[in-house]
């Protein structure tokens, strides 16, 4: 038969209680007054810090332990899921680091790679500017030149239209109109002539 903590503490109120009362009818109390009545006494109190004590434990075992231990059980538990909480956030943080450096890394490289590509431009940019400005030059320097020879030609055209203008009137003065028109004529194409291989 299996006795509970409720059973066992009843019983040891029965004993406590009748236990005087059996020692008295077996002749163990005649008294404090008689021969043997001093060791009976302290046999009869002896039994009784026994029997106090039996029930202190057994109210200590039986109200305070389980308190104790599921107390010390709930603190263990709470003990347990912080260490697991803190093992669990040390491994995010230790992620969190690694992901931050692989980050970081992969940062810098798109930051060379950038910088790269932008002095490659840079340079092309540079080197297609400075082909287009001279390419720009030289235009300019041949459509000046090319105008310059325009005006150059025309310069000397005037100026042999000028010349046969005046060697006709020099020559009308000095002949002073004794020529025909067809000499006119003969005479200032002779002169463009010569003003055309002067000019050469």
Not at 54 to 78: C, H, S, T, Y
Request: charged residues 30%; proline residues 2%.
């Amino acid at each position: 038969m299996r006795f509970n903590a409720k059973t066992l503490l009843t019983l040891f109120m029965v004993c406590a209680t009748f236990a005087p009362m059996l020692l008295a009818a077996e002749g163990h109390g005649e008294g404090p007054q008689s021969e043997d009545g001093v060791l009976t006494y302290m046999g009869n109190l002896m039994f009784w810090e026994y029997v106090t004590f039996g029930l202190i434990l057994l109210i200590v075992g039986w109200k305070v332990l389980p308190v104790m231990l599921k107390q010390l059980g709930e603190r263990q538990d709470r003990i347990q899921d912080a260490l697991d909480k803190a093992d669990k956030v040390r491994s995010e943080a230790e992620v969190l680091l690694r992901k931050h450096e692989e980050m970081m890394r992969n940062a810098h490289a798109d930051a060379k790679k950038i910088t790269d590509e932008a002095t490659a431009a840079a340079r092309e940019a540079a080197g297609r500017i400075s082909a287009e400005a001279e390419q720009a030059a030289k235009e300019t320097r041949e459509r000046a030149q090319k105008e310059v020879e325009q005006l150059t030609r025309k310069a000397q055209a005037e100026l042999r239209e000028q010349a046969v203008e005046l060697a006709l009137l020099a020559s009308s003065r000095v002949l002073q109109k004794s020529l025909q028109d067809e000499d006119h004529r003969k005479l200032a194409q002779e002169a463009i002539s010569a003003a055309g291989t002067m000019n050469n």
